[in-house]
């Protein structure tokens, strides 16, 4: 067998893809965690914002440099940056053989096959249909206990700023069995967890001789498999987030009581250019709705700060949001201009970078007190924790998720990862909780 390193970068749609890819090559290809020794490495790319291409960018001379030195090497660039550069890329880039765009994972080998004969060797080619359904993902890179799932692709959403859309092309789902049939091997492989990924699973839409089913409906078919296995999901979008899906993550034990729920700003006028279709009140009203019926949910989000024409006001107004939301985590952002879309198109780009900086510095200084103060409502609480593995601190401690995603550790005593334990929860930081397990 030859030698297959993957590297993946962005979001987790992009580590699913992998396993994806990863599963077509495995005829002929083994996973290694070694790039030194590889015969083909795939660089998995992220298009979100302009540093993340640059770092992608830089680690491709790093690859050329060592392919000098092993010639039979070959390397492929997948992913969103495939699809946004597409041929451009091979030009730019000596040290690639081949292309691959989201869409167009079956055909990796015979890119491989183009690319050893010599010639130009790339594929972008978006689909309306293609899910990956009948794939069975190689999963190379998960810790045996949480897994993802790829339940659909593309995003139809069109916010003013994001590439998505452009990238990865129209929205679609998988069907519900085979999404099924994955969750129960996994459950089978002995995983205790599975988060079904898409860029915005809330508008999950399978139809079948008139059957449809939405994403509520199979939430509770993956939770209904196993009181063991938990269930997660990310990401959503505001906009569609129902309160059927709401009662849904309710109702059931092992569905868990942690929704992403990206805001990106705080005022309807920005909201409005960013192309959200829902204003500050109708967002807050959600979260007023999430906080009555899941009263022990937490809830995270992403910000964007210096987008255009952003002022002051419309600044204090995301940081007065995010005071009232209280989230308990949040990825925040500098906004990035990315060609064609429309913000790229319609708005200068008129935040300067010193400003952008003191506005994201603002909001990371203010989530860092409200992920402290959530934690600190858990202190003295008790929570059921998955066990992932042992902590990086020390060999010590275990460290797990309890239902409400946050991080929790403990001293390991004689339990095992994949174990559920009680942890009573001691102290905290604002990234982690500090416990002990209980009730033994
Ligand atoms: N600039 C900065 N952040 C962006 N995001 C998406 N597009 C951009 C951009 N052009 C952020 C959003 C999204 C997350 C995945 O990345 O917050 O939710
Ligand atoms: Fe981008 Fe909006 Fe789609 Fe998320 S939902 S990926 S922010 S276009």
Request: aromatic residues 8%; negative net charge; hydrophobic residues 35%.
């Amino acid at each position: 067998m030859k030698k297959l390193f993957i590297e993946t970068y962005g979001c987790q749609m992009n580590v699913a893809d992998s396993e994806v890819v990863a599963s077509i090559l495995s005829n002929e290809y083994e996973i290694t965690e070694e790039e030194r020794t590889a015969d083909l490495v795939l660089i998995n790319t992220c298009s979100v914002r302009d540093n993340a291409e640059q770092r992608i960018h830089k680690r491709l001379r790093e690859l050329g440099a060592i392919k000098k030195r092993r010639p039979g090497m070959m390397i492929g660039l997948l992913g969103c940056m495939a699809e946004r550069l597409k041929d451009q890329l091979l030009k730019d880039e000596p040290a690639l053989d081949f292309v691959a765009g989201p869409d167009a994972y079956r055909s990796v080998p015979n890119l491989i096959e183009k690319a050893l004969s010599g010639e130009d060797a790339y594929n972008v080619t978006l689909s309306k249909e293609e899910t990956y359904d009948n794939i069975m993902p190689l999963r190379y890179a998960a810790n045996g206990v949480s897994g993802f799932i790829s339940i659909m692709r593309g995003c139809d959403n069109f916010c003013s700023y994001c590439v998505v859309p452009f990238t990865r092309g129209r929205e679609r789902s998988r069907s519900p069995q085979t999404i099924l049939a994955e969750a129960k091997q996994l459950l089978a492989d002995g995983y205790k967890e599975v988060t079904l990924l898409g860029q915005n699973v809330n508008s999950y839409h399978y139809e079948k001789e008139g059957k449809v089913t939405t994403f509520a409906d199979l939430m509770e078919m993956v939770a209904l498999l196993s009181p063991q296995l938990r269930v997660r999901f990310a990401t959503s979008h505001p906009k569609d987030i129902s309160d059927e899906l709401i009662h849904v993550i309710a109702k059931y034990p092992n569905i868990c009581k942690f929704i992403h729920l990206p805001v990106q700003a705080g005022s309807t006028s920005m909201l409005q250019r960013m192309h959200r279709v829902y204003t500050r009140e109708q967002y807050l009203e959600r979260i007023a709705t999430i906080k009555r019926v899941i009263p022990e949910c937490s809830i995270a989000t992403d910000i964007i700060a210096g987008f255009c024409g952003e002022t002051e006001e419309e600044h204090q107004a995301t940081l007065s949001l995010m005071r009232e939301v209280g989230y308990a985590s949040a990825y925040m952002f500098k906004y990035s201009v990315r060609d064609n879309t429309y913000a790229a198109t319609h708005f200068p780009d008129d935040i300067p970078e010193e400003l952008k900086t003191r506005r994201l510095e603002e909001i990371i200084a203010l989530q860092q007190q409200l992920s402290l103060e959530s934690n600190q409502q858990d202190v003295g609480k008790t929570f059921e924790v998955l066990v992932e593995g042992t902590s990086k601190r020390s060999d010590e401690q275990l460290f797990g998720r309890t239902s409400q995603n946050k991080v929790a550790i403990f001293p390991r005593g004689n339990h095992q990862k994949g174990e559920y334990v009680h942890v009573k929860i001691l102290s905290c930081t604002a990234a982690t909780l500090i416990g002990e397990v209980v009730g033994e």
